[in-house]
């Protein structure tokens, strides 16, 4: 069975673009491959963060897994910190990845301007740890948004990295598998509400630029109200001048049952924007509210929450542990017998 691991950072509310970018594929996941879903809590750090608010949005991000489908009978769900194994592997990672490879990751270039001089050590290593995350189960596929697409790039080459390095005959220890990126066609990269160039983030200062999985529908009916639009004629997936057109469109094939291009110009191709608005808002109302149904009754339940992440905890261990010993086997260091 093919292996496949994911996962979201604990920095705020879960939004449409985690969603339909990442989420929606991993329920699919579960049924034919061998699952875990982690919550990434030390990537969460590598921006500046609150501690006061970290463990209540990594327990909202467990509860959002399951409420969004993600079964504990057939996933692993953890939290990223309650397996040392990722930091542990990081660091033996750390030191045989060039700084150079890192100086060319996109995201942190992103990242790192917002933060000026005090841009921490932790952001330039983020994808060294992703790589960790990856590679300590093995991990055959892993389902994310297009915006992550580089850093699966990376593993790949860390992976190839520790095989070339490490390549001793006949050696015990174990050989890296290469992870392949799954990235959706539709919905890998939801755009922001208030500028279809940027997209839709959790960081983003502008609560208005997002739609959140929990927000109410009378937010929900605000924000797309209040979105960003344009002064064409008509509704088209296919003129790149309008990228607000094309991803407000491309989130109501997505809410509307995975529709083609085709099939959704055909129904509001003719439509004003006045018009196609409302249509829109009371979609991703009647996509989400059965998700939000099912957060509110989790969140009720901390006790079930924390119950899931200590079993999916113990499990990931298990199998951390089994690929950690390889790794350092592999290059040389001495095991305690
Ligand atoms: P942050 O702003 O803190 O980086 P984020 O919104 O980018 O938050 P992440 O936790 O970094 O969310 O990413 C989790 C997953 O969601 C990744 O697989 C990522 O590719 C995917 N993802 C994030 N934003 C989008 C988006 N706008 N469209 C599609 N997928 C997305
Ligand atoms: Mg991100």
Known sequence: KLRVLSGVQPTGSLH???????????????????????????????????AKTLSADTIDA??????????????????????????ELTWLLNCITPVGWLERMIQYKEKAVKQGD???????????????DILLYQADLVPVGEDQRQHLELARDIARRFNDLYRVKRSKGLVMREPKALILDAGARVMALDDGTSKMSKSAPNDGSRINLVD???????????????MGVGLTFSDPSRPECRNLLTIYAAVTGGRSAEE??????????????????????????????????????????YDILRRGAEEANEAAEVTLEGVKRRMGFVLPK
């Open 62 to 87: 467990a509860a959002t897994y399951l409420a969004c489908g993600i079964d504990p009978a057939k996933a692993s769900i953890f939290v990223q910190s309650h397996v040392r194994a990722h930091t």
């Open 118 to 132: 005090s841009v921490g050590v932790g952001l330039f290593g983020y994808p060294v740890l992703m790589a960790a």
């Open 16 to 50: 449409l673009g985690n969603y339909l970018g990442a989420i929606a594929q991993w329920t699919a996941a579960q049924d034919t491959y061998d699952s875990r879903f982690c919550i990434v809590d030390l990537h969460a750090i590598t921006v500046p963060h609150d």
């Open 264 to 305: 959704v110009e055909a129904e509001v191709g003719g439509f004003r924007w006045g018009e196609f608005k409302p249509r829109l808002a009371e979609a991703l109302i009647a996509h989400l509210s059965p998700i939000q149904a099912r957060h509110a009754e989790l969140s009720a339940e901390p006790g079930y929450l």
């Open 216 to 230: 109410s529908a009378d937010v929900i009916a605000r924000k797309v109200k209040r979105c960003k639009t344009d």
